[in-house]
């Protein structure tokens, strides 16, 4: 007996490790690069002046305007000098522009590439979460009428709720503005963050990383100082 109740405290135990590592695993972060992509023969370029330039709609200026300012951070950080398109111009600015004309008012502002966030698509997903996922034998308690009955209790009556998830799908491209060419696309996927401000702090620190390891940009602030002889 006592063989058999010390066994069925180590499956209890267990059972709670493998639900505690599922719930630790969704703390994890919530974007992620689908594809990323850049063009051939690319050698790492030391832009003068980068803007951000978030093409998302109007009703999710907020969440616009904080992937903007953190990939402007992250490129910062890296020793570029970026700007937010939020800060520089209005939404409007370029809407009757044709190329040539926004180009070149881009340039006379000294901007020599321009980094654009899209917004390709957001969903949301509404689903059941019944009050108990699985069924789990409380043998431990069978001896005990009232662990038993509070334990089996607790099984039958917790409600479930619904719950809403929602999935953003975005495509990141850097031109060069010297050439007016493609030199850097990503794609990617957010499930369900917890606010425009952690969404943006780690869409930029992902895309950063990325366009250093795809050898897009070089980090400046690690770039050997040359001394004068």
């Known amino acids: ?10 499956k209890q135990l267990l059972s709670m490790a493998v639900v505690f590592l599922f719930l630790l695993s969704g703390c994890g972060p919530s974007s992620h690069i689908t594809s990323s992509w850049k063009a051939e023969n690319v050698q790492p370029k030391k832009f ?62 000294g901007i020599d590439a321009v980094l654009t966030v899209v917004l390709l698509d957001k969903t949301k997903e509404r689903y059941y979460v ?51 060419e493609l030199v850097y696309s990503a794609q990617s996927q957010s499930f369900d963050p917890a606010s425009s401000e952690s969404l943006g702090d780690e869409y930029g620190q992902m895309i950063a990383k990325d366009m250093i390891k795809q050898n897009v940009l070089v980090n400046l602030k690690e770039q050997p100082v040359m001394k004068a002889m």
């Open 1 to 10: 007996l006592f063989r058999s109740k010390k066994q069925n405290i180590m």
């Open 48 to 109: 003068k002046k980068i803007i951000v330039l978030g093409l998302i709609r109007e009703k999710d200026r907020t969440l616009r305007e904080k992937m903007e300012q953190h990939l402007v951070g992250d490129l910062k950080d890296l020793g570029y000098d970026a700007v937010c398109s939020c800060d520089e111009y209005n939404p409007k600015t370029f809407e009757n522009m044709t190329e040539e004309q926004a180009i070149s008012k881009l340039r006379n502002s």
């Open 130 to 180: 019944p009050g108990r996922v699985h069924y789990t034998p409380y043998n431990i308690y069978y001896n005990r009428f009232w662990g038993y009955s509070r334990t089996i209790y607790g099984r039958i009556y917790t409600e479930g709720y619904y719950t809403e998830d929602t999935k953003y799908f975005w495509e990141t491209n850097l031109y060069d503005l010297s050439s007016n």
